[in-house]
């Protein structure tokens, strides 16, 4: 049985998502691995462009989610919200802070590990193959209240509420 992240959430219209970096269903590239974790990466994010969202989009928030970590919730590496509607894409390295490569506005949350910033693919060894979900959420308004201590499982909740649309993209990882 394969753990659907989507499984319980609103049933949404979808819209497309890719990237220059990843092909669906494929492997991340290893600098997408997490060098903080300790699986030989370099915490980049990939280069995420996204089109054709629900009319009616006035934010977007963005996630990447790891629904295979042997947690019993899955792991959550990366979560922005308050993208523009204006904002289609975001560049390789958009979750490191240092980068400024965000658009103004947007606002990242705690990973896992409590870093406000992009954790790279770090699956536990031996443990196989997991799927790393990158998530554009569309929301019917331009900016949602979130506590600053916020996790993303609670930045989810929240934007239940206004969610006009979803798109997703996956790789695997793994660590022999």
């Not at 954790?119 to 998530?135: K, M, Q, S, T, V």
């Not at 554009?136 to 929240?158: H, K, Q, R, S, Y």
Request: net charge negative; hydrophobic share 40%.
């Amino acid at each position: 049985m394969t753990n659907d992240p989507f499984w319980r959430l609103p049933d949404v219209p979808t819209f497309e998502l890719s990237s220059p970096d990843l092909v669906e269903g494929e492997d991340l590239p290893q600098w997408a691995r997490s060098g903080i974790a300790g699986a030989g990466g370099d915490d980049r994010s990939p280069a995420l462009e996204w089109s054709g969202a629900p009319e009616g989009t006035e934010s977007y928030v963005v996630m990447m989610y790891d629904p295979d970590a042997p947690t019993g919730s899955g792991w959550w590496h990366w979560a922005v919200y308050n993208v523009p509607a204006s904002c289609t894409s975001l560049p390789a390295n958009a979750g490191d802070p240092d980068a400024g490569l965000l658009p103004e506005g947007a606002v990242t949350v705690s990973n896992e590990l409590r870093l406000k910033r992009f954790l790279g693919a770090a699956p536990p060894a031996g443990h196989g193959d997991h799927r790393y979900y990158f998530i554009v959420n569309a929301l019917d308004v331009t900016a949602i209240e979130v506590p600053e201590d916020a996790t993303p499982a609670l930045l989810g909740f929240i934007l239940r509420d206004h969610l006009v649309g979803r798109a997703v993209l996956s790789g695997l990882s793994r660590t022999e």
